[in-house]
């Protein structure tokens, strides 16, 4: 059954691991749809401790989305606030509603860090507010942002890609 979990998750999303082992990163397309985003957290999060790549207490799942904005500001651009709006009713699905999310902005490594570091929080803290104003309570998101300090590790750090938004939770995998 394991198996068959992780290959509906490579199936589905694009899986990978960041720096951080202990995170699990499933990366959605634009077209992904609410049921996607929440059938892939689901997944990652039914997911043992001897699927990931060391044995660890807590487990990190994360779904990067291709959240635009606009060049050098954090007004999102429609396309972005529709991704977030899909994310909304993946949050507040009866499977989820009762889990807290991390939003983290990242950036590329294009511009000042310290720049990178402020446009991402601003970014983190726009995608929060798109949440809220789609439903999901603001007790339940913390917007961080990590500027070019968490890139993903099989990209280009000036790629696009390094450009996103992840929705992180935490599960005990002993609960």
């Given at each position: 059954?394991?198996?068959?979990?992780?290959?509906?998750?490579?199936?589905?999303?694009?899986?990978?691991?960041?720096?951080?082992?202990?995170?699990?990163?499933?990366?959605?397309?634009?077209?992904?749809?609410?049921?996607?985003?929440?059938?892939?957290?689901?997944?990652?999060?039914?997911?043992?401790?001897?699927?990931?790549?060391?044995?660890?207490?807590?487990?990190?799942?994360?779904?990067?989305?291709?959240?635009?904005?606009?060049?050098?500001?954090?007004?999102?651009?429609?396309?972005?606030?529709?991704?977030?709006?899909?994310?909304?009713?993946?949050?507040?699905?009866?499977?989820?509603?009762?889990?807290?999310?991390?939003?983290?902005?990242?950036?590329?490594?294009?511009?000042?860090k310290e720049y990178n570091l402020v446009l991402s929080e601003k970014r983190a803290q726009s995608a929060k507010n798109q949440l809220i104003l789609r439903g999901v309570k603001s007790d339940?998101?913390?917007?961080?942002?990590?500027?070019?300090?968490?890139?993903?590790?099989?990209?280009?750090?000036?790629?696009?890609?390094?450009?996103?938004?992840?929705?992180?939770?935490?599960?005990?995998?002993?609960?």
């Amino acid at each position: 059954m394991k198996l068959i979990s992780l290959l509906l998750l490579v199936c589905f999303t694009h899986a990978s691991y960041s720096k951080d082992p202990k995170r699990l990163r499933a990366t959605l397309d634009d077209n992904a749809s609410a049921e996607n985003m929440r059938s892939a957290i689901m997944r990652q999060l039914a997911m043992s401790p001897e699927d990931l790549p060391n044995d660890s207490t807590f487990q990190e799942v994360s779904i990067s989305l291709p959240i635009q904005f606009e060049f050098g500001s954090a007004e999102l651009t429609n396309e972005g606030a529709e991704i977030l709006s899909k994310a909304a009713q993946a949050m507040n699905s009866p499977e989820l509603v009762m889990l807290n999310f991390i939003i983290e902005g990242h950036t590329d490594s294009i511009g000042s860090k310290e720049y990178n570091l402020v446009l991402s929080e601003k970014r983190a803290q726009s995608a929060k507010n798109q949440l809220i104003l789609r439903g999901v309570k603001s007790d339940r998101l913390v917007a961080l942002g990590y500027g070019e300090q968490k890139p993903i590790e099989s990209v280009d750090k000036i790629d696009p890609s390094q450009r996103r938004v992840e929705i992180v939770t935490r599960k005990n995998n002993h609960e």
